[in-house]
């Protein structure tokens, strides 16, 4: 099984500021097929990126993601008030797929 | 556009076999696809359970293979899911979802809770 561990647990930034978060995997993730999600409370997670650097439809390009083999980023490139929330990374390379345990993106 | 809805008994007691359906429209599971269950307990991470082919081939997280089904009625367009001897560790918000190896379709999820 692949374990996901994302950094930091929790980003404390401003608005227009840029995020970086973190995944890393375990193990090499097989064709980089890694999702990011955003989770607002009490929503549904919401798919922003798949194959690692894919955006969703529908998904602001102020979201991208980055990295192969065992190392992943998410870049939000100017955060917007609505991009405070949780964000969480999958992978779906290997059965069992796996998520990580989760970013919190909070405002300073 | 897919939609999923998931259903089931919101209270559960311990020991009992905890048991929802996801009902999807919008695209027939006969079709193809995996569709798949995660869990959320209150105020964690999310949790992947398992998946199911419109065949019936399934994909069980290790840690509750040996307490998990998850099958198939395509004659329903559903799927379900069935957790047996259910603990408080076992509650949670319960979402399916459209299995692509990510998630872009989700249930609105069903919050289950096990106690007596």
């Known amino acids: 099984e692949i374990v996901l561990t994302q950094s930091p647990g929790t980003l404390s930034l401003s608005p227009g500021e840029r995020a970086t978060l973190s995944c890393r995997a375990s193990?090499?993730?097989?064709?980089?097929?890694l999702a990011w999600y955003q989770q607002k409370p009490g929503q549904t997670p919401r798919l922003l990126i798949y194959?690692?650097?894919t955006r969703a439809t529908g998904i602001p390009d102020r979201f991208s993601g980055s990295g192969s083999g065992t190392d992943f980023t998410l870049t939000i490139s100017r955060l917007e008030p609505e991009d405070f929330a949780v964000y969480y990374c999958?992978?779906?390379?290997?059965?069992?797929?796996?998520f990580g345990q989760g970013t919190k993106v909070e405002i300073k | 556009q897919v939609q999923l809805q998931e259903s089931g008994p919101r209270l559960v007691k311990p020991s009992e076999t905890l048991s929802l359906n996801c009902t999807v429209s919008?695209?027939?599971?006969?079709?193809?696809?995996?569709w798949g269950w995660i869990r959320q307990p209150p105020g964690k991470g999310l949790e992947w359970i398992g998946n199911?082919?419109?065949?019936?081939?399934?994909y069980y997280s290790p840690s509750l293979k040996s307490r998990v089904t998850i099958s198939v009625d395509t004659s329903k367009n559903q799927f379900s899911l069935k957790l047996t001897s259910a603990t408080a560790a076992d509650t949670a918000m319960y979402y399916c979802?459209?299995?692509?190896?990510?998630?872009?379709?989700w249930g609105q999820g069903t919050l289950v809770t096990v106690s007596s």
């Open positions: 193990q090499s993730v097989r064709s980089n097929y």
């Open positions: 199911v082919y419109h065949s019936g081939n399934t």
């Open positions: 999958q992978q779906y390379g290997s059965p069992p797929w796996t």
């Open positions: 919008g695209y027939s599971i006969s079709s193809g696809y995996y």
């Open positions: 194959g690692a650097s």
């Open positions: 979802a459209r299995d692509d190896g990510y998630y872009y379709d």
